[in-house]
């Protein structure tokens, strides 16, 4: 595990003094033409060098991220790449990471395993932490522990190694995931950043995990903690695990079909990411939530987004083949809450999908 070999383009990484570069050119063109590709785009201009190398204006960042290779990861890093940043990958497993970000198409990439990880931390502009074992699994003990350490183990780390960095090579941003679990589940309350926290397991998972991120030195450091929602998007997350029963059944609630359900689509979930790297406004508890939650109450309910998968309804699938796919983490959409994203609002964030049936149907285009 670690060792400089085992680190793809280590010289790619800037150098203290030039952790900000200038640019000015964005490539949202970009970014959508290789969403249709489905492959990872690379910062290369036209001439075939480098984009962020030669241009001059707002500021170009490097940017660790863990959990890099995941569903959300995996669109950030397309993203920051798009726009001409740089990013370095900390993963456990460079074979995978390679495989997803071939140098070929990715140059403006770094990958790093576990005993390289604070070299790509020590110069990094921002740290973004998104890793955690999926909670869409059967919950034994064993599971539910390695569920919680996963994400405590990984954000010590990266917290240990940014406090200990440099003055001059120390992130400024650490923008780290937590989930709306934080809040427990409730049929009636709505829960915005200052709510207090549940008393279920993942509410304990999540108060943990935010805890090891606040350990992070904010008098030098930013922190955002983004308390993310049900994230919807074709290629992951638990969306990807229930298409197939959208296919199966055509009608009925889920579960009660009283229970709230707080979703984000992807990008812009992305985009939240984005800001919270670039504009210092965005600090503390964020929830990275969409501002129009809906109750998942079957056909006809669940906001009236019917149809948007071939089907009469959305989600109109019963609680046994929900679990059958996704476990006990069933339970973030069998049971719920409302979460409203009061500080996105506040911070004039501006949402590409605030309903869901837009966010549905725009991912049902794509499959
Ligand atoms: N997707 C959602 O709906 C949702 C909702 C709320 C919160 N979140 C949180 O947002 C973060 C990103 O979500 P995601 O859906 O992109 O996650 P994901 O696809 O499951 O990917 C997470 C990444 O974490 C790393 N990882 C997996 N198991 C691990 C373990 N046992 N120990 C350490 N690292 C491990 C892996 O990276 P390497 O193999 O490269 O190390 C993996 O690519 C997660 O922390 C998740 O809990 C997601």
């Known amino acids: 595990m670690g060792g400089v070999a085992q680190v793809h383009h280590l010289n790619l990484l800037l150098p203290h003094p030039a952790k900000y570069t200038t640019r000015t050119r964005r490539s949202s063109t970009r970014t959508g033409r290789a969403r249709r590709r489905g492959v990872l785009c690379c910062s290369l201009s036209t001439d075939g060098q480098p984009a ?30 798009s726009e001409d940043h740089k990013v370095c990958v900390l993963t456990r497993s460079a074979s995978k990471a390679t495989s997803i970000f ?79 679990g934080f809040f427990g589940t409730s049929e009636i309350s709505s829960f915005d950043e200052s709510s207090p926290s549940g008393n279920d397991y993942l509410a304990e998972v999540c108060r943990e995990w935010e805890a090891r991120a606040r350990q992070v030195n904010q008098e030098n450091v930013r ?31 889920l579960g009660t079909g009283r229970q709230w359900f707080s979703w984000i689509h992807l990008d812009d979930l992305v985009d939240l990411i984005y800001e919270s790297l670039k504009n210092p406004a965005y600090r503390g508890v964020i929830n990275g939530t969409a501002p129009n939650p809906v109750r ?59 309903y869901v049936q837009d966010a549905l149907r725009a991912i049902a285009r794509d499959l």
Request: overall charge positive.
């Open 223 to 253: 922190l955002v903690l983004l308390r993310i929602g049900v994230v919807l998007g074709k290629d992951g997350g638990a969306l990807a695990k229930m298409i197939p029963l959208f296919m199966m059944f055509t009608g009925g609630p």
């Open 52 to 81: 962020a190398a030669a241009a001059v204006g707002a500021p170009m960042m490097t940017i660790s991220i863990t959990g890099a290779t995941g569903f959300v990861g995996r669109r950030l890093v397309q993203k920051l790449l």
């Open 296 to 354: 998942l109450g079957g056909r006809g309910g669940g906001g009236g987004g019917g149809r948007v998968i071939g089907r009469p309804s959305w989600l109109p699938v019963p609680e046994f083949a929900l679990k059958a796919v996704l476990g006990e983490g069933a339970s973030v959409v069998l049971e719920g809450q409302k979460v409203l994203p009061v500080k996105a609002k506040q911070l004039g964030f501006s949402y590409q999908y605030p």
């Open 102 to 180: 071939p140098a070929s198409k990715c140059p403006g990439i770094t990958i790093a395993e576990q005993g390289d990880w604070d070299k790509c931390i020590q110069g990094s502009t921002a740290v973004v932490n998104l890793a955690g074992m999926p909670i869409s699994t059967r919950w034994s003990p064993e599971i539910k522990k390695e569920i919680k350490e996963s994400r405590i183990n990984v954000t010590s780390k990266v917290v240990n190694y940014i406090n200990n960095a440099s003055v001059d090579a120390r992130p400024s941003v650490f923008v780290s995931a937590t989930a709306i």
